[in-house]
């Protein structure tokens, strides 16, 4: 597809379980964000990876959370032991950055998985 | 403390009605966007900035890099407008972005 994909766009969990969630960047986008969005406030970072490489996790909030990014292109957050708090939508974001750093690129969205953790 | 302020939080307008929303940051920074979020929707980029001003339709964003502040202008407002604007600055000293809580914009026909 043309855009960034996510999935699931909606998952109902129950406090304790296993959750993960699947974030598809435009191919050939380098940088891949992850957010979570409580309700009725702005993003906040989680997590950054340029290619494989992870190089800012200091969003995360507990060791619960563990992201990944193996080949490059699709990541995966995944949420252990799911508690309430961690109901939100999470967003991933993916943007072109050019060799050598700097920021160039538009910023892409998905619409974001809902999880509501029961 | 927060690295993005935005004000104002809740914005409501009559169709027609000129509107501005502001953002002010603390952080250096290589890039700005505004982004516009709607009701159970996905983020959509509308500008990005790095000086100066840019212009799309009947939006206008400026930003004056000296001040660390950006606006976001909407020219004769319609209630399709009405969504959360959310300005996000792209941190040129980490490898993030920081993000203002939003504005929410209600245009009334």
């Known amino acids: 597809g043309a855009g960034v994909s996510q999935s699931p766009r909606y998952k109902v969990a129950k406090r304790g379980q296993d959750v993960a969630l699947r974030c598809d960047p435009i191919?050939?986008?380098?940088?891949l964000f992850w957010y979570q969005q409580a309700l009725g406030q702005g993003p906040e970072f989680l997590t950054y990876f340029q290619n494989e490489a992870q190089l800012d996790k200091s969003g995360l909030p507990s060791d619960r959370f563990f992201a990944e990014r193996p080949e490059g292109s699709v990541s995966t957050l995944k949420i252990q032991r799911t508690q309430q708090e961690d109901s939100a939508v999470y967003l991933c974001?993916?943007?072109?950055?050019?060799?050598?750093?700097?920021?160039?690129?538009?910023?892409?969205f998905g619409e974001g998985s809902r999880l509501t953790v029961l | 403390k927060n690295e993005v302020e935005q004000s104002p939080q809740n914005l409501t307008a009559q169709e027609g009605e000129f509107i501005t929303i502001n953002c002010s940051y603390s952080?250096?920074?290589?890039?700005l966007h505004w982004l516009q979020q709607h009701p159970g929707g996905g983020i959509v980029s509308l500008f990005m900035?790095?000086?100066g001003k840019k212009k799309h339709g009947r939006l206008i964003a400026t930003i004056n890099i000296q001040e660390k502040h950006s606006s976001l202008h909407i020219t004769a407002s319609h209630p399709r407008d009405s969504a959360v604007y959310i300005c996000?600055?792209?941190?040129?000293?980490?490898?993030?972005?920081?993000f203002g809580t939003g504005t929410s914009l209600t245009v009334i026909p």
């Open positions: 191919s050939g986008h380098v940088s």
């Open positions: 996000a600055v792209f941190s040129n000293t980490g490898n993030q972005f920081y």
């Open positions: 952080v250096g920074i290589s890039a």
């Open positions: 974001a993916s943007s072109l950055i050019l060799a050598g750093g700097g920021y160039t690129g538009e910023l892409f």
């Open positions: 900035l790095s000086s």
